[in-house]
């Protein structure tokens, strides 16, 4: 099982950002997936999740509107759009993978949010 997220980089606040999940391994069509961040001295806390098919996606309150989760599952790849960002979005960004007890992670993604 591999995960494997791509597009985290050095952006400054307003600006956007677009991370990649690819995955392999698993039949990523049936499992839930996540993105979830991780802060300097803070816990991971959920930013978007997605059903297996697409369709209702949930936000953390803080992303909502800023944030778009989507995932096409013909290339086995997840994505978070990220737009108007801020510096308290500074993070380590991971992808996650779910069904039932199965759970998955990458390795993460740095994302800084600078002038």
């Known amino acids: 099982v591999q995960l494997v997220e791509v597009g985290g980089g050095l952006v400054q606040p307003g600006g956007s950002l677009r991370l990649s999940c690819a995955a392999s391994g698993f039949t990523f069509s049936s499992y839930y997936m996540s993105w979830y961040r991780q802060a300097p001295g803070k816990e991971r806390e959920l930013v978007a999740t997605?059903?297996?098919?697409?369709?209702?996606?949930i936000y953390a309150d803080s992303m909502k509107g800023r944030f778009t989760i989507s995932r096409d599952n013909a290339k086995n790849t997840v994505y978070l759009q990220m737009n108007n960002l801020k510096p308290e979005d500074t993070a380590v960004y991971y992808c996650n993978a779910r069904l039932f007890i199965k759970n998955y992670w990458g390795q993460g993604t740095q994302v800084t949010v600078s002038s």
């Open positions: 997605i059903p297996s098919a697409g369709g209702n996606t």
